[in-house]
């Protein structure tokens, strides 16, 4: 599957868009400031419902305006579909699929998927813990669809057992209640130990490979870090049943599989708390190309890659290695203030747009004389 076209009506600094996408990579020229995050956002947006910069959904309404649109159209082996997305302040989120009503993006069969890089989401790397475990539970809804519903379990059993330990703190019911929690939660949190454990599995190679090309030196790796040391529910409910009294002073769970983490390292050491910004958007970067290899070798659905101002801080011999792992599959769009800056940006199989006073235009350098 691949992102045809992207057409928008009133999204932040836009009036309005339409623009077509090539089959591989697409570059976004523009001078800081006139736009090209923002043509990512909205793509993002079309492809997802949500924005990769913001949670509140006002933002990305154009100044002085009421309403926002976004409509992604994609082809498929199955024939072509659209998406499209539309907010207003104060009213629910229209999402729809091929004109279908939807509750969410996220559970269209084959949505494209979206692997997304902006300087914000160093977050991701320098951040707090639940970051880092939303996005490894995201890979495995990536490499896993069905998987999907495991965390989900996990969150119910999660909030109905820091229920009943707020009702026995409170003297309500018997402690002797938690033990069938206990089970539910381990049960639970077993089965999302291991899909995360698979899922770092698949990605820590190619990572290590990825961000060595890029430049990233003193063997860089990526681990999953469980805060539970057990191997299956019996042990993960001698844990639970250890901490109970800590657990009812404080009124809620604080051991089990929602206290994990992703560790990102160099040279043993936590990039989160030595590496330089540069290295951090380094190891940023190569875990999400090396995610995006393992979706693909997994499943068949490559993520479109979203590169917003990736070169800037790469030397030339590095921007030609991410080009070559951009373009060896699927799609990618990059922007950057200088088409010189993407090697072979000026390449026959490149779509190349320009973003100048609120607008996108196709540049193509064959018809300059």
């Not at 020229?29 to 006002?58: E, I, M, Q, V």
């Not at 820590?204 to 990825?210: L, N, P, S, V």
């Not at 380094?282 to 479109?304: F, N, Q, Y």
Request: net charge neutral; charged share 30%; hydrophobic share 40%.
């Amino acid at each position: 599957m691949r992102v045809v076209r992207l057409s928008l009506r009133n999204f932040r600094s836009y009036e309005s868009a339409d623009v077509e996408l090539g089959a591989g990579l697409t570059v976004v020229t523009g001078r800081n400031g006139a736009g090209k995050t923002n043509l990512l956002d909205a793509l993002y947006f079309g492809c997802t419902g949500r924005s990769a910069r913001t949670t509140n959904d006002r933002e990305l309404v154009r100044f002085g305006q009421k309403v926002t649109r976004v409509e992604v159209e994609t082809e498929a082996d199955d024939g072509p579909h659209r998406l499209s997305v539309g907010f207003e302040a104060g009213q629910p989120k229209r999402l729809t699929a091929d004109g279908v009503r939807v509750e969410r993006l996220l559970d269209v069969p084959g949505r494209p998927l979206v692997s997304v890089f902006l300087p914000d989401r160093l977050e991701l790397v320098k951040g707090t813990p639940s970051l880092r475990r939303a996005h490894v539970d995201q890979v495995v809804a990536a490499l896993w669809p069905a998987r999907t519903t495991t965390r989900r379990g996990y969150a119910q059993a999660l909030a109905q057992r820091n229920a009943l330990l707020t009702r026995v703190r409170d003297g309500a019911v018997s402690p002797t209640s938690l033990a069938a929690w206990d089970r539910e939660l381990a049960r639970h949190g077993i089965a999302l130990m291991a899909d995360r454990a698979a899922a770092i599995d698949a990605v820590a190679e190619r990572f290590g490979a990825i961000a060595a090309d890029l430049g990233l030196d003193g063997d860089p790796r990526v681990a999953y870090r469980p805060r539970s040391k057990a191997t299956d529910a019996d042990g993960l409910v001698a844990e639970l049943e250890e901490r109970r009294t800590s657990d009812l002073e404080r009124g809620f769970s604080g051991h089990g599989p929602h206290r994990d983490d992703l560790a990102l390292t160099r040279d043993g050491r936590e990039l989160r708390a030595y590496g330089s910004q540069g290295q951090q958007r380094l190891a940023l970067l190569a875990l999400l190309l090396a995610e995006r290899e393992a979706i693909a070798a997994t499943r068949d659905a490559v993520p479109v890659m979203l590169l917003d101002d990736v070169m800037s801080e790469l030397d030339r011999e590095r921007r030609g290695r991410l080009v070559e792992l951009l373009r060896g599959v699927g799609q990618s769009v990059v922007t950057t203030t200088d088409l010189e800056h993407v090697p072979g940006g000026d390449g026959a199989d490149v779509r190349r747009l320009r973003v100048e006073d609120g607008e996108v235009r196709a540049d193509d350098l064959r018809e300059q004389p």
